[in-house]
């Protein structure tokens, strides 16, 4: 059977022309590959096609480069990003943590304080923490964290590491409600450390101040002194801190000077109080005193005799008085003549 011969093909004419065309390239073909093999002559010029060629190729591969770079620039952004956040979650972290630890550092620091206070003044006191504040223009209290299962009574006063705080006005069976020396219906007596004057301070409706409405024109009262607890009217004990005096100015009448303290203890800082007991009163009559006098190596012998007495001591007799009223006078040897 006779194979199918395309006539439009140049290369498979049936011609002679054809069979003639192709052998010459096939030929042409085998010098160029023999020369270049021994000659390396086409090196140059592959080189010089290489540099035209070579900007095509990067020109059809920018699309995958491009793809690519972005590819990776997002991932890169993304790690960068979660990188960033817990760089970020860990800082907040360690200064919550920073910031716990100079709260606890703070915290034990008043605890040692109140200790130190409680370990100075020898006292019956109950540790107490402050859960809750009631101020206000006309209320300055505070709620604790005691109450009547720990023997707590109306009264009581609370105190800090610095000075007085206020005392017990409501007790429930587990919490208690404080009055501050700061509201306005609380007086408190003192006495002006410095000179020893007597007087009462009061709160104020501003609630950070002490005032003392009524001292006498002439007393000696300074900017800087301070105030303690006088003890009269049995409530506070003597001695504790209360505040300085920061203003001292005549009243509107001008027959007394009136006075502004600041309290000394920190009433809008403190978060664990003191509450003082009452010391219980000694069963028994009291210790018998020591004997006094002199110190027994300088107290004299009672065996021994007097200093001034001889062998035989002769006493002096007195007679009863003559007729004349006038005393006989003792001679020399003891006898009345």
């Given at each position: 059977?006779?194979?199918?011969?395309?006539?439009?093909?140049?290369?498979?004419?049936?011609?002679?022309?054809?069979?003639?065309?192709?052998?010459?390239?096939?030929?042409?073909?085998?010098?160029?590959?023999?020369?270049?093999?021994?000659?390396?002559?086409?090196?140059?010029?592959?080189?010089?096609?290489?540099?035209?060629?070579?900007?095509?190729?990067?020109?059809?591969?920018?699309?995958?480069?491009?793809?690519?770079?972005?590819?990776?620039?997002?991932?890169?952004?993304?790690?960068?990003?979660?990188?960033?956040q817990r760089l970020r979650e860990d800082l907040l972290l360690a200064?919550?943590?920073?910031?716990?630890?100079?709260?606890?550092?703070?915290?034990?620091?008043?605890?040692?304080?109140?200790?130190?206070?409680?370990?100075?003044?020898?006292?019956?006191?109950?540790?107490?923490?402050?859960?809750?504040?009631?101020?206000?223009?006309?209320?300055?209290?505070?709620?604790?964290?005691?109450?009547?299962?720990?023997?707590?009574?109306?009264?009581?006063?609370?105190?800090?590491?610095?000075?007085?705080?206020?005392?017990?006005?409501?007790?429930?069976?587990?919490?208690?409600?404080?009055?501050?020396?700061?509201?306005?219906?609380?007086?408190?007596?003192?006495?002006?450390?410095?000179?020893?004057?007597?007087?009462?301070?009061?709160?104020?409706?501003?609630?950070?101040?002490?005032?003392?409405?009524?001292?006498?024109?002439?007393?000696?009262?300074?900017?800087?002194?301070?105030?303690?607890?006088?003890?009269?009217?049995?409530?506070?004990?003597?001695?504790?801190?209360?505040?300085?005096?920061?203003?001292?100015?005549?009243?509107?009448?001008?027959?007394?000077?009136?006075?502004?303290?600041?309290?000394?203890?920190?009433?809008?800082?403190?978060?664990?109080?003191?509450?003082?007991?009452?010391?219980?009163?000694?069963?028994?009559?009291?210790?018998?005193?020591?004997?006094?006098?002199?110190?027994?190596?300088?107290?004299?012998?009672?065996?021994?005799?007097?200093?001034?007495?001889?062998?035989?001591?002769?006493?002096?007799?007195?007679?009863?008085?003559?007729?004349?009223?006038?005393?006989?006078?003792?001679?020399?040897?003891?006898?009345?003549?």
């Amino acid at each position: 059977m006779a194979l199918n011969r395309d006539d439009k093909s140049p290369l498979f004419s049936p011609g002679v022309a054809g069979t003639l065309r192709l052998i010459v390239y096939l030929a042409l073909a085998c010098v160029l590959m023999v020369l270049d093999h021994r000659g390396g002559w086409l090196a140059n010029v592959r080189y010089g096609l290489s540099i035209v060629v070579e900007p095509i190729y990067r020109i059809a591969g920018l699309p995958s480069q491009g793809f690519q770079a972005a590819t990776v620039a997002f991932a890169d952004r993304q790690r960068l990003t979660e990188a960033n956040q817990r760089l970020r979650e860990d800082l907040l972290l360690a200064n919550a943590k920073l910031n716990r630890m100079a709260s606890v550092a703070e915290q034990n620091q008043r605890l040692k304080e109140l200790l130190d206070t409680q370990h100075s003044l020898s006292l019956n006191v109950q540790l107490a923490r402050l859960i809750g504040v009631d101020l206000g223009a006309f209320r300055h209290r505070i709620v604790l964290n005691v109450g009547a299962r720990d023997q707590v009574k109306p009264g009581q006063v609370v105190i800090d590491a610095r000075g007085v705080m206020g005392q017990i006005i409501d007790v429930m069976p587990t919490t208690s409600v404080a009055m501050l020396i700061t509201d306005p219906n609380h007086a408190i007596p003192v006495t002006i450390e410095r000179t020893g004057l007597r007087t009462v301070a009061y709160g104020s409706r501003g609630g950070d101040m002490l005032t003392l409405p009524n001292i006498p024109v002439s007393a000696d009262v300074q900017v800087g002194d301070k105030l303690v607890t006088s003890g009269l009217g049995g409530r506070f004990p003597p001695g504790f801190p209360v505040g300085e005096v920061r203003e001292v100015g005549q009243t509107a009448s001008g027959t007394f000077l009136s006075a502004n303290a600041r309290p000394a203890a920190d009433l809008d800082r403190s978060e664990d109080v003191l509450l003082l007991h009452d010391l219980a009163e000694p069963a028994g009559p009291p210790d018998v005193a020591p004997n006094a006098g002199p110190p027994a190596d300088l107290a004299p012998d009672p065996n021994a005799p007097p200093a001034n007495a001889g062998p035989n001591p002769t006493l002096p007799r007195v007679t009863a008085p003559t007729a004349s009223g006038a005393p006989a006078r003792p001679s020399s040897t003891g006898t009345v003549p």
